[in-house]
C-alpha cells in the first residue's frame, strides 16, 4: 500500500469532501519555496503553505533556535510558572506591536487567538455589570472555526450547520471603494446603540473572501466611531501580520490603534502551532481583582509553550533583517509589474496588490461557489503544473515566502496566464 493510500484510509483532512477529493498529494521534504513529493515532484509553494512560512520551509535558523530551546526546556505549564522565552517575546512584541499594546494572552492558533478576544470583550462589560453582547463584524469575513470565531466569520459556507448555536453578530458590508459611506453609516448607528461589545476585522485585506481589500482611511474612521461608544475594536491580523501587507502590521498603516489583536500563522515561521492575543491595559484591568471570579478563565494545555516563543524570537528576528525587508519590497514591484501585463487579458476582471499579496479575480458568467467547478478545475491545474494555489471561487491569489526567488515567481505569473486559457 502506498503512503497516499494509507493517507485515505486513515486521515480526514480539513475543508475536504473526500468522496470527490482526489489524492492528496505526499509530500516528503521542503526547502525555502519548494516542496518535493513521494514521487520526487517538485511544486513551489506560492500561497506559503497557508501563510504560515513566510521565510521558508526548512529553515535553518529558526531550526536552529528550536533545537537550543529543545535541549534547554521543551514545555512548562503556564498556569502557575513562567519562562524566559515568554518574556522575552512579550517584551519584543510590546515593541513591534502598536504601542497601546501592552498585554499578552497565548493560544494554540488564529482561532483560538480571535475565541480570547471574542470571551474577554463580552467579559470586560460583564465585570463592569454592563449589558452588551453583541458583535459587529464585516460581511464574509473569516475569523476561525471554533464557536465565537464561527460567528463573527461571515461566510455561510463554514457556518450554515451551526445556525442558531452561536453568538449573536451583526455584519456590515465590506467598505470597498463606492461602499464607504454606506458602511460607515451603518456602523455609527450600530455603535450607538450600546448594545455591541467588540467590533472584529481582517485589517485591509480579507483572507479567506478572496484578498478583498480596502482603505485605511476608512477602517481609520469606523475605529474612531468605535472608541466613541465604548466598542472594543479587535483586528484579526492571523493572515495579515509579519510583514504580509508591506508592513509589520496591517495595522500599522492607520492612524487609530486597536484594542485588540489576533495574531498566529507566520508568528513562529510556520514551524510550531502557537498563537497571542493583545490587549491594552485598559481592558486587562478590568480583569485585575481582588474578586477571583472576574479573572480570565481561559486557557490551554500548551500555552506560552517555550519551544514555540523560541521559534517566534527567532521568525521576528528574521523578518526585521535588511535582507527580508528587500525581498518583501522586491516581491511587491513583481506583482506590480505582472499586475500590469495581466489587468488587460479578456479573462480578467478586478486585479489588486499589497505587500507580497497579489490576486485576480476571473470574468465569469454565473456565480462560482466557494469550492466550485472552476476553483477545483484551477488546483488541479496548478498542482498538476507544479504550483501550491488555492484558488477561492474565481479568485486566483498569491502570497509567497519572502524567500521565494523572481525566476520562481515568473514561473507562478506563467502559470497563472496559462491556466485563464482553460477557462
Known sequence: MTLSEKDTLYNWHPYTQHKTAFPHPVIIKGKEALLWDENEKEYIDAIASWWVNPFGHSNPFIAKAIYKQLTELEHVLFGGFTHKPVIELAEKLSQILPSNQKKFFYSDNGSTAVEVALKVALQYFYNKKEKKTKIIAFENAFHGDTFGAMAASGISFFTEAFQGSLLEVTRIPVPTEGNEEKTIQLFEKLAQSNEYAAFIFEPLVQGAAGMVMYSSSVLDTILSIAKKNNVFTIADEVMTGFGKTGKNFACDYLKQQPDMMC???????????????????????????????????????????????AA???????????????????????????????????????????????????????????YGELRNKLYRFFIENGIILRPVGNIIYILPPYIITKEQLDKIYNTIEKALNIV
Open 263 to 309: 495574531l498566529s500563522k507566520a508568528l513562529t515561521g510556520g514551524t510550531i502551532p502557537m498563537a497571542i492575543t493583545s490587549f491594552t491595559n485598559e481592558i486587562y484591568n478590568a480583569f485585575y481583582d481582588n474578586d477571583t471570579s472576574k479573572a480570565l478563565f481561559h486557557g490551554h494545555t500548551f500555552t506560552a509553550n517555550p519551544t514555540g516563543c
Open 312 to 370: 517566534a524570537l527567532a521568525s521576528i528576528e528574521l523578518l526585521e533583517t535588511p535582507e527580508i525587508q528587500n525581498n518583501i519590497h522586491q516581491i511587491h514591484q513583481q506583482h506590480l509589474l505582472f499586475e500590469k501585463h495581466i489587468k488587460t487579458h479578456p479573462k480578467v476582471k478586478t486585479t489588486r496588490s499589497l505587500g507580497v499579496i497579489f490576486a485576480l479575480e476571473i470574468h465569469i458568467e454565473e456565480q462560482q461557489d466557494y
